[in-house]
């Protein structure tokens, strides 16, 4: 049986030029309040953008 995630929120990430949602991760709700922005690579640019988080996923 899988252990259930408590403190995991899984998570969609989506460009800030384009506004594509290419990435899904996870984090932490304890330790990460705030929204993530990561710079991720972008294949329809073919280059590194920023992506900030946009929803939660179930």
């Known amino acids: 049986m899988a252990k259930k ?3 995991r929120l899984i998570i969609g ?4 030029v384009t ?3 290419t990435y899904v991760t996870q984090k ?3 330790n ?6 990561i ?6 640019l073919k280059k590194h953008t920023l ?3 946009i929803q ?3």
């Open 51 to 53: 992506h900030k988080e």
């Open 5 to 7: 995630k408590g403190n």
């Open 13 to 16: 990430l989506e460009c800030t």
């Open 28 to 30: 932490n709700k304890i």
């Open 39 to 44: 710079m991720k690579y972008n294949p329809s």
């Open 19 to 21: 506004g594509r949602r």
């Open 56 to 58: 939660r996923l179930k």
């Open 32 to 37: 990460t309040t705030e929204k993530l922005q």
